[in-house]
């Protein structure tokens, strides 16, 4: 289990994050800039943190105010940097070698993780003769055959092309579902996020939201910030009244009786026909006309508004078969009551 | 014909640069880890002897080493050396001139090497030592290997401090780049011909060298 409470000022922000992460993979997911990477650094031991304490399984790596700050080579931490940083001037079979810490049969103990991890066919090439696939294979396997106590993946596809990456996703998530220690897994798809983890911190600025298991968070996020991670592409500023909460930028008065609402948000593919929803449902419904219309790879993407007016337009997406079944379009769209997310 | 002066320069020279190649090494791995005042401070002091005449590095040489300066007069009482007037004293005018190329061209090796690798070897818990010798310097060898044929090339035609520490004395402290103006003086006109197409033939090698190490291997 890692308990990691630190606070570090850099350049533009601060620092200041709070997680828990027991086994399994805790994913930090934020916008570039958000200081997803600086937390590994600091928890790996080459970046120090202003004060805080960090501690893994029971053992204190970091504790400013007991001046304790274990050099990275002590905190056994396993940290797959984005571009795996393989040593290029040695082979596959050495750069494996440089992970085990025990001085016996080394050699043949990294041939069996090169097995492992499918790259035996490479012991004898350097990095550069291998694909980023295989890159990514033997950075992992030289950080697994030393045992750590963590794993923390930064950004681990980004350096790949994207036909590759579904392929090593799903290995690396049958590899993680096995690893006994906690995981940090730091990224900004939210699409590879949802896939590969089992709870979500958001940062945002250097803060970290509380850990939420990752379904909770998708179905009701609670943030502007965490809607937006979450592919949620409609978030307006709304105010409460009542009975009701008024939306303006949608020329809309949601039948919903919520107080301290500041924001809501409806993602663009919960978006219905008013004709085809139960009335009861029907948070609003609106006459609109259609701004713009763009085809993307497998859904329509309408930009539509109320009819009449000049407001911001709201994303509307659906599969491109709908879309072709919507040939006449309906009168009204409807927003549903359990599709509105009420955010701050 | 009496090639003293080619082995003695040979001997000076390859004695100064591998002393000046471990220090500057070290001098430029030191800098890097240095609070950002000190780096500049040092960085100046390093590299200074790249723009001074050679003829001020001997005069300092002289006034602390002599037998009648301070620590020349120590070492002659305590140990019975004089350096002064001798090879070794062109070892250190050496040292001192060829010192900068091999400290900056490391420097910049050094930080134009990917850190993350560092860190990388870091969290794999290889020691710092592991990582300068088997990482940092191998990745780096290029650099610092054109920056040591440029030192070599610099040192063994090294005449302004070599001629003040050691003057020209036949078959004890000539070298290859005093000889060409001490016969040129003595009006042996001949002789002095003959050590500059030596000194030609040494710099075409030099060229050559430098040229190849400077390429670096393709890598993609």
Same mark, same amino acid.
């Given at each position: 289990?890692?308990?990691?409470?630190? %606070?570090?000022?850099?350049?533009?922000?601060?620092?200041?994050?709070?997680?828990?992460?027991?086994?399994?993979?805790?994913?930090?997911?934020?916008?570039?800039?958000?200081?997803?990477?600086?937390?590994?650094?600091?928890?790996?031991? /080459?970046?120090?943190?202003?004060?805080?304490?960090?501690?893994?399984?029971?053992?204190?790596?970091?504790?400013?105010?007991?001046? /304790?700050?274990? #050099?990275?080579?002590?905190?056994?931490?396993?940290?797959?940097?984005?571009?795996?940083?393989?040593? #290029?001037?040695?082979?596959?079979?050495?750069?494996?070698?440089?992970?085990?810490?025990?001085?016996?049969?080394?050699?043949?103990?990294?041939?069996?993780?090169?097995?492992?991890?499918?790259?035996?066919?490479?012991?004898?090439?350097?990095?550069?003769?291998?694909?980023?696939?295989?890159?990514?294979?033997?950075?992992?396997?030289?950080?697994?055959?030393?045992?750590?106590?963590?794993?923390?993946?930064?950004?681990?596809?980004?350096?790949?092309?994207?036909?590759?990456?579904?392929?090593?996703?799903?290995?690396?998530?049958?590899?993680?579902?096995?690893?006994?220690?906690?995981?940090?897994?730091?990224?900004?798809?939210?699409?590879?996020?949802?896939?590969?983890?089992?709870? /979500?911190?958001?940062?945002?600025?250097?803060?970290?939201?509380? %850990?939420?298991?990752?379904?909770?968070?998708?179905?009701?996020?609670?943030?502007?910030?965490?809607?937006?991670?979450?592919?949620?592409?409609?978030?307006?500023?709304? /105010?409460?009244?009542?009975?009701?909460?008024?939306?303006?930028?949608?020329?809309?008065?949601?039948?919903?009786?919520?107080?301290?609402?500041?924001?809501?948000?409806?993602?663009?593919?919960?978006?219905? #026909?008013?004709?085809?929803?139960?009335?009861?449902?029907?948070?609003?419904?609106?006459?609109?006309? %259609?701004?713009?219309?763009?085809?993307?790879?497998?859904?329509?993407?309408?930009?539509?508004?109320?009819?009449?007016?000049?407001?911001?337009?709201?994303?509307?997406?659906?599969?491109?078969?709908?879309?072709?079944?919507?040939?006449?379009?309906?009168?009204?769209?409807?927003?549903?009551?359990?599709?509105?997310?009420?955010?701050? | 014909?009496?090639?003293?002066?080619?082995?003695?320069?040979?001997?000076?020279?390859? =004695?100064?640069?591998?002393?000046?190649?471990?220090?500057?090494?070290?001098?430029?791995?030191?800098?890097?880890?240095?609070?950002?005042?000190?780096?500049? &401070?040092?960085? @100046?002091?390093?590299?200074?002897?790249?723009?001074?005449?050679?003829?001020?590095?001997?005069?300092? =040489?002289?006034?602390?080493?002599?037998?009648?300066?301070?620590?020349?007069?120590?070492?002659?009482?305590?140990?019975?050396?004089? =350096?002064?007037?001798?090879?070794?004293?062109? &070892?250190?005018?050496?040292?001192?001139?060829?010192?900068?190329?091999?400290?900056? @061209?490391?420097?910049?090796?050094?930080?134009?090497?990917?850190?993350?690798?560092?860190?990388?070897?870091?969290?794999?818990?290889?020691?710092?030592?592991?990582?300068?010798?088997?990482?940092?310097?191998?990745?780096?060898?290029?650099?610092?290997?054109? +920056? @040591?044929?440029?030192?070599?090339?610099? +040192?063994?035609?090294?005449? +302004?401090?070599?001629?003040?520490?050691?003057?020209?004395?036949?078959?004890?402290?000539?070298?290859?780049? @005093?000889?060409?103006?001490?016969?040129?003086?003595?009006?042996?006109?001949?002789?002095?011909?003959?050590?500059?197409?030596?000194?030609?033939?040494?710099?075409?090698?030099?060229?050559?060298? =430098?040229?190849?190490?400077?390429?670096?291997?393709?890598?993609?």
């Amino acid at each position: 289990m890692l308990v990691c409470n630190i %606070i570090k000022n850099l350049s533009g922000f601060a620092l200041n994050v709070d997680i828990e992460a027991k086994r399994g993979v805790t994913a930090l997911m934020g916008a570039s800039g958000s200081g997803k990477s600086m937390t590994l650094r600091c928890i790996a031991g /080459i970046s120090k943190p202003d004060s805080g304490h960090i501690e893994l399984n029971g053992r204190v790596l970091f504790d400013s105010e007991k001046k /304790i700050n274990l #050099p990275p080579q002590k905190r056994n931490t396993g940290f797959l940097f984005q571009d795996y940083a393989l040593f #290029p001037n040695m082979t596959v079979l050495q750069n494996i070698m440089t992970g085990i810490k025990n001085k016996t049969d080394r050699e043949k103990q990294a041939a069996e993780f090169a097995e492992t991890f499918h790259i035996h066919a490479h012991l004898n090439k350097y990095p550069h003769q291998l694909s980023g696939g295989e890159k990514q294979r033997c950075a992992i396997a030289r950080i697994l055959v030393g045992s750590p106590d963590i794993l923390m993946l930064d950004e681990p596809f980004a350096a790949l092309d994207s036909h590759l990456r579904s392929e090593l996703e799903m290995e690396l998530a049958t590899l993680l579902k096995s690893f006994p220690n906690p995981v940090l897994y730091v990224s900004h798809n939210r699409d590879e996020v949802y896939r590969l983890s089992d709870n /979500i911190a958001v940062m945002n600025c250097g803060k970290n939201e509380p %850990i939420s298991e990752k379904k909770a968070l998708f179905k009701n996020p609670a943030s502007v910030q965490a809607a937006r991670l979450t592919g949620c592409k409609n978030i307006v500023k709304a /105010i409460s009244k009542g009975t009701q909460i008024s939306v303006p930028d949608w020329g809309v008065e949601l039948d919903i009786a919520q107080n301290d609402v500041q924001y809501v948000g409806i993602r663009a593919n919960y978006i219905v #026909p008013a004709s085809a929803a139960n009335k009861a449902d029907i948070a609003a419904a609106f006459p609109f006309e %259609i701004v713009n219309e763009i085809e993307d790879t497998f859904t329509n993407i309408l930009m539509v508004r109320k009819q009449g007016t000049n407001l911001p337009p709201i994303r509307w997406e659906m599969p491109k078969k709908d879309r072709a079944t919507l040939r006449n379009l309906p009168q009204e769209l409807a927003l549903l009551r359990e599709h509105i997310l009420f955010l701050r | 014909m009496d090639l003293f002066p080619l082995f003695n320069s040979l001997r000076i020279t390859v =004695i100064a640069v591998s002393i000046a190649f471990v220090l500057g090494i070290f001098a430029a791995y030191a800098i890097l880890r240095m609070p950002q005042m000190f780096k500049s &401070v040092c960085d @100046t002091i390093f590299a200074i002897p790249l723009v001074l005449p050679p003829t001020v590095v001997g005069y300092f =040489i002289l006034v602390s080493l002599s037998p009648s300066s301070l620590a020349g007069s120590r070492l002659l009482e305590w140990f019975d050396i004089i =350096i002064t007037m001798r090879w070794q004293a062109a &070892v250190i005018a050496v040292i001192i001139i060829s010192f900068p190329f091999i400290y900056r @061209t490391a420097r910049g090796a050094f930080e134009g090497f990917d850190q993350n690798l560092l860190d990388a070897g870091r969290t794999l818990g290889l020691s710092e030592k592991y990582i300068f010798f088997r990482i940092l310097l191998p990745n780096c060898k290029h650099g610092i290997i054109a +920056g @040591t044929v440029l030192a070599f090339a610099r +040192g063994i035609g090294e005449y +302004g401090a070599t001629s003040m520490v050691c003057g020209y004395i036949a078959g004890r402290t000539a070298t290859v780049s @005093t000889s060409v103006a001490y016969f040129w003086q003595i009006n042996q006109n001949d002789m002095a011909f003959y050590w500059t197409m030596i000194n030609l033939a040494i710099a075409f090698v030099f060229m050559v060298l =430098i040229e190849i190490f400077n390429k670096p291997k393709v890598r993609v």
